[in-house]
């Protein structure tokens, strides 16, 4: 559970953390001062399926694979992943690198990600589609366990699902107990109907359990900016450029034999578009669909019309015909054709002619290249904000109703499924694509935003800028 640990702090502890930031920034940082004569390590002797000292978790394999490269013995100095394992270790100078850590934990410059995965439900393959959801009518008297003063705990609390928890501890001594691990062994034996649990953590006993388990990714909260999905990335001191340098090119020239590692683990990695990478059986379907199937959106039936009200709510996985893409078919489109990008996030228009004052347009970040047509996906629009929609259109596809239009605005919005499905069924376009991950999805894949007003038909908006 320390992948969260910086998370957990910041919202128990900021105090403490901002004095830990102001100590890590000041030390004096002997790294870039001696040559390196071993790969030393910071880690857990007893935290599978992290690390251990037989060497069998898969940073273990990570660190090895990395000693190999760099040509230097491997060096471990063990404590246990508990309070103050970072300043009796790394900033201790004992240790030179910890191999797994919340990207963006403040007492440790971080190195790029190397993997990102994801908080998960953990139930028994046998009570498949009875507690396999907290949206489940049977959540409420599940017996449900978490670790406490964790993201997913959080979540239980705001959906009120309270009164049947068995909490565990987050900060252990992991020679004598390992929390996680213990929830995992008792949604087997019985004692629980799910465990909410970090998902490397889940997914490595859930495969060594003596019934069959089966876990599903949890969905985060963004109305309430608790997210279930974290980037892992490796630690070391502040000031340590080069070997932090060092780090980064390992990581990016190893990246196919670590992802080999973290798959061989069974660890669920999420691909940057929020999907995951390899879907187990349960939820991959009968032909292995490798992420690109939307997992938690199947639930929700496609309407007959248009949504009309509440238009952030999770959204269906499909648009009668119309193609859904996600970040990577997406990427596809674009460097095949040049499709219109059409955003159509809430937001202000330009006011009619003849109104007083002076209008100041709205900005917003989203894809490069995209244009902005605010509020175009309403569920009954007035004439005007329809006549907006159509000769905006007419005017970005030249007339062309065979133009590729890509309608989004972020994840979970309906104002986006509405307008694609508008396009096609009222405006007669033939070639209708949606992006239901929107901003959201482009930003979790590491691309690029920019700032947009809204566009104007009579060329007094802008599109990108």
């Not at 213990?182 to 859930?206: C, K, N, Q, S």
Request: charged content about 25%.
């Amino acid at each position: 559970m320390r992948r969260v640990r910086g998370l957990v702090l910041g919202l128990v502890a900021g105090t403490l953390v901002l004095l830990g930031w102001g100590a890590a920034a000041q030390e004096r940082s002997l790294g870039e001062l001696r040559t390196r004569t071993a790969f030393r390590v910071c880690a857990d002797p007893d935290n599978l399926p992290f690390s251990d000292r037989a060497g069998e978790g898969f940073e273990n394999r990570i660190a090895e694979l990395f000693a190999r490269e760099l040509g230097l013995p491997l060096h471990y100095d063990w404590h246990p992943q508990t309070i103050g394992f970072i300043r009796n270790t790394l900033r201790a100078h004992r240790c030179d690198v910890v191999m797994g850590i919340t990207a963006g934990h403040e007492l440790v410059a971080n190195t790029r990600s190397y993997y990102a995965s994801t908080y998960v439900l953990v139930y028994r393959a046998a009570d498949r589609g009875r507690f396999d959801s907290l949206d489940s009518p049977l959540a409420r008297i599940a017996r449900i366990g978490v670790v406490a003063n964790t993201p997913p705990a959080m979540l239980l609390a705001w959906r009120g699902l309270i009164d049947n928890v068995r909490s565990y501890e987050l900060q252990v001594d992991t020679r004598v107990t390992h929390p996680a691990r213990e929830a995992v062994f008792d949604v087997a034996a019985g004692r629980l109907d799910m465990a909410l649990v970090w998902g490397p953590i889940a997914a490595y006993w859930a495969a060594r359990a003596e019934v069959p388990l089966e876990w599903v990714p949890l969905e985060g909260d963004r109305r309430r900016n608790l997210p279930m999905v974290f980037r892992i990335s490796m630690g070391v001191r502040y000031g340590e450029k080069e070997w932090l340098d060092t780090l980064n090119r390992l990581i990016r020239e190893k990246g196919e034999e670590i992802e080999a590692i973290l798959r061989e683990y069974g660890v669920p990695l999420v691909r940057p578009d929020g999907r995951l990478l390899d879907p187990p059986p349960w939820l991959a379907g009968e032909k292995g669909e490798k992420g690109r199937r939307p997992q938690q959106r199947s639930a929700v039936p496609e309407p007959e019309g248009y949504r009309t009200a509440d238009y952030h709510a999770p959204v269906p996985a499909t648009l009668a015909g119309a193609t859904v893409l996600d970040t990577e078919a997406l990427l596809e489109l674009i460097g095949r054709e040049r499709p219109v990008l059409v955003d159509v996030h809430a937001g202000a228009r330009r006011p009619p002619e003849g109104r007083d004052g002076l209008w100041i347009p709205p900005e917003r970040e989203s894809l490069p290249g995209a244009v902005w047509l605010p509020n175009v996906g309403v569920g009954t629009p007035p004439d005007d904000l329809l006549a907006y929609f159509r000769d905006s259109l007419a005017v970005l596809t030249g007339g062309r109703r065979d133009r590729p239009l890509v309608f989004f605005c972020s994840r979970d919005c309906w104002l986006s499924w509405n307008a694609a499905k508008r396009a096609r069924d009222e405006l007669g376009y033939t070639r209708v694509y949606w992006y239901p991950d929107g901003v959201d999805g482009w930003h979790e894949a590491d691309r690029p935003l920019v700032r947009v007003r809204p566009f104007e038909p009579d060329g007094n908006g802008e599109g990108t800028g």
